[in-house]
């Protein structure tokens, strides 16, 4: 089943000729999941052919105009195309208020869809959305107005059945779905046969952390330990630290240091400044600090496979 990551925007504040503001997809089981939705996110998603119509929840990180502007025109696209399905956006309550005031201006007819709008806060970890197959949580970050990050969980599939254990321990159908659940199996003798007797081992669950606009800062280590991919803001290099301390961002070494301490599987840095003409430099120097860490490049996409877990 599908994990993966992909980008549509790299830059920050400013666009480039080849790197969009923020903006990320996010499939886990075909759900697809917008993570930010900067200026051009509809162009993006045409362009590198993910369907705009499969974008049912929207995740703004914060109310920054890199991170929002292009969530107006994509609204506009939808109605223009005549969606019917409800649009839930998750953000900040001041959102609500810019929204509404643009439908006043902007749309003459009303909407053929629900906006349903879910205010959330960046003071805590929190869960904000959940299905059965995936988890999605608040990450408290620290940048100049309330922010936050996602964290992106896949739930744990039932186990599959060994069908030959199945058969020669005469399993009636109705006790499959608790095997799979993890129940062990009782027999007509009375013996208990156990449940790694009878199922494949599981899969891992598959995890990612989406962590932008943000100063280091090490007060999400225990959320964010051990994920698949951490996506990390990486604004500036090093040397430019005062200026990322003052405009509420990180460098590309603090991004590694993170990383580094929080062990993930994988750390892609994005969000770079424009003043960069290549993001090699500060991909070097990030990997000084942690070496499994990539670039976010517009169009690409990340993906962690299942695996199965020893028991």
Same mark, same amino acid.
């Given at each position: 089943?599908?994990?993966?990551?992909?980008?549509?925007?790299?830059?920050?504040?400013?666009?480039?000729?080849? %790197?969009?503001?923020?903006?990320? =997809?996010?499939?886990?089981?075909?759900?697809?999941?917008?993570?930010?939705?900067?200026?051009?996110?509809?162009?993006?998603?045409? %362009?590198?052919?993910?369907?705009?119509?499969?974008?049912?929840?929207?995740?703004?990180?914060?109310?920054? !105009?890199?991170?929002?502007?292009?969530?107006? !025109?994509?609204?506009?696209?939808?109605?223009?195309?005549?969606? #019917?399905?409800?649009?839930?956006?998750?953000?900040?309550?001041?959102?609500?208020?810019?929204?509404?005031?643009?439908? #006043?201006?902007?749309? /003459?007819?009303?909407?053929?869809?629900?906006?349903?709008?879910?205010?959330?806060?960046?003071?805590?970890?929190?869960?904000?959305?959940?299905?059965?197959?995936?988890?999605?949580?608040?990450?408290?970050?620290?940048? $100049?107005?309330?922010?936050? !990050?996602?964290?992106?969980? /896949? #739930?744990?599939?039932?186990?599959?059945? +060994?069908?030959?254990?199945?058969?020669?321990? #005469?399993?009636? =159908?109705?006790?499959?779905?608790?095997?799979?659940? !993890?129940?062990?199996?009782?027999?007509?003798?009375?013996?208990?046969?156990?449940?790694?007797?009878?199922?494949?081992?599981?899969?891992?669950? $598959?995890?990612?952390?989406?962590?932008?606009?943000?100063?280091?800062?090490?007060?999400?280590?225990?959320?964010?330990?051990?994920?698949?991919?951490?996506?990390?803001?990486?604004?500036?290099?090093?040397?430019?630290?005062? %200026?990322?301390?003052?405009?509420?961002?990180?460098?590309?070494?603090? @991004?590694?240091?993170?990383? &580094? $301490? &929080?062990?993930?599987?994988?750390?892609?840095?994005?969000?770079?400044?424009?003043?960069?003409?290549?993001?090699?430099?500060?991909?070097?120097?990030? $990997?000084? /600090?942690?070496? /499994?860490?990539? @670039?976010?490049?517009?169009?690409?996409?990340?993906?962690?496979?299942?695996? %199965?877990?020893? +028991?």
């Amino acid at each position: 089943m599908s994990f993966s990551f992909t980008i549509l925007g790299s830059s920050s504040a400013v666009p480039t000729s080849d %790197r969009f503001p923020a903006a990320h =997809v996010v499939n886990i089981h075909e759900r697809f999941f917008l993570a930010d939705c900067g200026e051009g996110a509809q162009i993006q998603l045409r %362009r590198f052919k993910i369907s705009p119509g499969k974008i049912n929840h929207i995740f703004i990180s914060h109310v920054h !105009g890199d991170h929002t502007f292009g969530l107006f !025109g994509l609204i506009s696209s939808f109605s223009l195309l005549g969606r #019917k399905s409800d649009l839930h956006i998750y953000a900040n309550p001041l959102l609500k208020l810019i929204l509404e005031d643009h439908k #006043k201006y902007y749309y /003459e007819y009303p909407l053929p869809f629900r906006i349903i709008f879910h205010p959330i806060g960046s003071k805590k970890k929190d869960l904000i959305y959940e299905d059965e197959k995936v988890e999605v949580h608040t990450l408290p970050l620290k940048h $100049r107005v309330p922010a936050c !990050g996602f964290i992106f969980i /896949e #739930k744990a599939p039932m186990l599959n059945l +060994r069908k030959e254990m199945i058969l020669h321990h #005469k399993i009636p =159908v109705r006790e499959m779905v608790n095997i799979k659940m !993890g129940s062990d199996f009782i027999n007509e003798k009375g013996e208990t046969i156990p449940n790694s007797a009878l199922t494949l081992p599981p899969f891992k669950q $598959r995890s990612l952390a989406y962590c932008t606009d943000t100063k280091y800062t090490e007060s999400i280590i225990p959320h964010i330990k051990n994920v698949d991919i951490l996506y990390h803001e990486a604004t500036y290099l090093h040397n430019m630290l005062d %200026r990322a301390a003052e405009t509420g961002h990180s460098t590309a070494r603090q @991004a590694g240091q993170l990383a &580094a $301490r &929080a062990q993930p599987g994988k750390l892609i840095i994005g969000h770079f400044s424009a003043r960069y003409k290549t993001t090699d430099i500060l991909v070097e120097e990030a $990997r000084s /600090e942690f070496p /499994e860490t990539y @670039a976010a490049i517009d169009g690409e996409s990340h993906h962690v496979e299942q695996v %199965r877990v020893a +028991r």
